[in-house]
């Protein structure tokens, strides 16, 4: 039996359906993008409007305790995602990227509905936390499984010249999501007096996320799988248990790749979840501000993701991108949050702003390059075993984490861990192989000439070594 990088390699260019003219790409474009959109806007809301409802659901002795209650609560959706990641991707490689992301979106809204509907602590006792606990639980599931079926999805149907674009799409989505929970975080929160706030305006947003979700839900119901998946899903009929294994034993090097691709999340899920309410907590800002503040800074995000990731297709991936917007980050990060100690909107504003626009240049072609580093038949199993353990460790706990060090008196030491592990991972970065080729399958091995001389043409026959000469 063929390993899966031979199955993968083993398929002429020509048994793929022409990409560039098909006909519903727009809609699977679409389908794609707002299903990811309602996903992380379910998902940011939660942190993001933490500190107005932890009393409600996690009453405690003082503010504080409910908070770090709430966010234990958040974190616990992180510590899911990757048994979701290992135990779902490789269905999605085996029965396709549609079915997951379809599943995916259904466990996000329903958990969405659920912390938008549950009573107070007041009002149905412990089963309140125990609910929101379920909640979590199951959008750490849905999580777990979207991101990378995403990406997959989108760059596979793709065309050949504008993955990067395309690839960007999804961490556009994920921007749009933070800007959108983050204005309707923002709006609540100034359109409610604080005890119609804390007894059930919070509720809204996160009920307005279920109902989108239900449109997600139908749009993805609709869309087509990808002709990459679909053509080597003729050839390869391995289990999901099998093609894991093929993962771990033959793409150990694209797996610690992928990992530092997605390690600075660190940084992302600090700048979009908790820098409102470190500044509240470090200079006594008012929240509503800080999250206005965030909006104006997620939209130049929104901006940079897509322009960057178009670069991408005529400038290449690794070269700039990742190691421009690393950089950028370790030179910005500890400044940014010295300067959230002085006074002013325009001084958030700047700090959120500038923040952003690293993160963008980063966020824009990791997912293209993720998706790039594996053949179809591992590719969602390789991005989401990577990708989901990496969120939990560092993603997941950064709130947590920055709350933790705000707590003990040492909030610099919040930028002091975030330009560490961004450190790490940019070392890394300098390893990657430049992943921009525009052959009919998305696999660096196909434009990467020591792959192919190392593994690619060891096909068993002259017929697998033919096609695998014409796939490049």
């Known amino acids: 039996m063929k390993t899966s990088k031979e199955a993968d390699s083993g398929l002429a260019a020509s048994e793929l359906p022409e990409m560039t003219k098909h006909p519903r790409r727009t809609l699977n474009m679409v389908a794609g993008t707002i299903g990811h959109f309602v996903e992380w806007y379910d998902w940011y809301i939660y942190g993001l409007l933490a500190a107005v409802f932890s009393s409600q659901i996690f009453p405690s002795d003082s503010a504080f305790a409910s908070l770090m209650a709430a966010l234990l609560t958040y974190a616990v959706g992180f510590v899911v995602r990757p048994l979701s990641g290992i135990i779902v991707s490789p269905l999605a490689d085996r029965f396709g990227r549609r079915v997951i992301l379809t599943m995916s979106i259904s466990g996000m809204a329903l958990g969405s509905l659920i912390i938008g509907l549950t009573p107070s602590f007041a009002t149905i006792g412990y089963a309140a936390p125990v609910l929101f606990l379920f909640a979590r639980i199951l959008q750490g599931i849905s999580a777990g499984s979207e991101g990378q079926s995403a990406i997959a999805f989108m760059v596979e149907h793709a065309p050949a010249h504008r993955r990067g674009l395309f690839g960007s799409f999804t961490n556009m989505a994920s921007g749009l999501a933070t800007l959108a929970a983050t204005g309707a975080a923002a709006m609540v929160t100034a359109s409610f007096a604080p005890a119609d706030l804390a007894a059930w305006g919070w509720r809204i947003p996160f009920v307005v996320g279920g109902i989108l979700g239900i449109v997600g839900l139908i749009m993805r119901a609709r869309a087509e799988e990808t002709p990459e998946f679909e053509a080597g899903a003729l050839v390869d009929q391995k289990s999901a248990a099998a093609r894991l294994m093929d993962l771990l034993r033959e793409h150990p090097k694209a797996l610690l790749q992928a990992a530092a691709l997605s390690a600075p999340a660190v940084a992302y899920y600090t700048w979009a979840t908790f820098l409102p309410t470190y500044a509240k907590l470090t200079s006594g800002r008012d929240l509503s501000s800080t999250l206005a503040g965030s909006v104006i800074g997620l939209a130049l995000l929104v901006v940079v ?161 033919h096609a695998t000469k014409s796939s490049r």
């Open 305 to 465: 993701v897509p322009v960057c990731g178009a670069l991408s297709d005529r400038l290449g991936r690794r070269k700039i991108f990742p190691i421009i917007g690393a950089i950028g980050m370790i030179v910005l990060f500890y400044p940014l949050l010295l300067l959230l100690n002085q006074p002013g909107f325009g001084v958030y504003v700047l700090v959120s702003a500038s923040g952003w626009v690293v993160l963008g240049i980063w966020q824009s072609v990791y997912p293209t390059i993720q998706a790039e580093l594996f053949p179809a038949s591992v590719r969602v199993s390789g991005i989401g075993f990577a990708h989901q353990i990496v969120i939990a460790v560092f993603g997941g706990t950064a709130p947590l984490i920055a709350a933790a060090f705000v707590g003990a008196g040492q909030p610099m030491l919040v930028a002091v861990y975030m330009i560490v592990v961004v450190a790490l991972s940019l070392a890394v970065y300098f390893t990657l192989p430049e992943t921009g080729n525009r052959g009919d399958r998305a696999t660096v091995a196909l434009a990467d000439p020591e792959v192919l001389e190392g593994e690619h043409l060891a096909a068993s026959t002259p017929q697998d070594a």
